[in-house]
C-alpha cells in the first residue's frame, strides 16, 4: 500500500492531458462532511486516480477508494468498523447541463474552473459507499445490551383500544 500523501488538488487543465496517475492516503479527519458521519475521525483513505481523455474528449477519471471507517450500530449504539470501498468512474463536466449526454457508465463531476478538488471527489465518493444504516452483522448484538420491550403487543392493542374508547365518550357526551 503507498504510504504517499494524496495532494488536495490538481489543475484540471493538465492532468487529463498528461494522462496523470496518483495514487496515496487520505486522512478523514480532512474530510469534514464524512467527519460528521462517523463515530471519530481516526484512519486513512487509500485512494488511487487514473486522469485521461477518452476518444470523445472527455475528462475521464478512473479509480478506486479504500477505507476503513468507524460508526455507531444503530441497534446496540456501540462503535465498530466497517470497510467501505468503490470504483470511480467519472466524467469531468464544466456544467450540470453537459451531465446528459454522458455514457450511463460514468457519473458526472462538476468542476467548473481549473482547480480539481480530490478532497470533495474522494468524500463524495465515501458518502455514497456508506450504508444507510450501520449495524452490525452479528444481529445478537442487542441481546448485549439486555434490550426488552417494555410494552407487549397484546398491551400495546389494549392501550389503543382505550384510546379510542375515551375519544368515543368524549363524542357523544358532546352531542
Not at 467501505?84 to 457508465?105: M, P, R, T, W, Y
Not at 445478537?140 to 417494555?150: E, G, K, L, M, R
Request: charged residues 30%; hydrophobic residues 40%; aromatic residues 6%.
Amino acid at each position: 500500500m503507498v504510504n504517499a500523501r494524496l495532494p488536495k488538488y490538481m489543475d484540471a487543465r493538465k492532468i487529463f492531458l498528461q494522462r496523470e496517475k496518483v495514487s496515496g492516503l487520505l486522512e478523514i479527519g480532512d474530510l469534514s462532511r464524512l467527519r460528521g458521519l462517523l463515530a471519530d475521525d481516526i484512519g486513512k483513505v487509500y485512494v488511487e486516480l487514473n486522469f485521461f481523455l477518452d476518444d470523445a474528449g472527455k475528462r475521464i477519471v478512473k479509480g478506486k477508494v479504500k477505507a476503513n471507517l468507524s460508526v455507531i450500530c444503530q441497534r446496540c449504539l456501540e462503535k465498530f468498523e466497517i470497510l467501505v470501498g468503490d470504483n470511480i468512474s467519472l466524467a469531468v463536466i464544466e456544467s450540470e447541463d453537459l451531465a446528459l449526454g454522458l455514457d450511463s457508465k460514468l457519473d458526472p463531476w462538476v468542476c467548473s474552473d481549473y482547480k480539481l478538488s480530490l478532497l470533495e471527489l474522494v468524500e463524495e465518493q465515501l458518502i455514497l459507499c456508506l450504508p444507510i444504516v450501520n449495524h452490525h452483522e452479528d444481529s445478537d448484538c442487542v441481546n448485549t445490551i439486555d434490550y426488552q420491550a417494555s410494552v407487549s403487543a397484546k398491551e400495546g392493542d389494549s392501550a389503543k383500544d382505550s384510546t379510542f374508547a375515551m375519544l368515543r365518550t368524549l363524542k357523544t357526551k358532546s352531542l
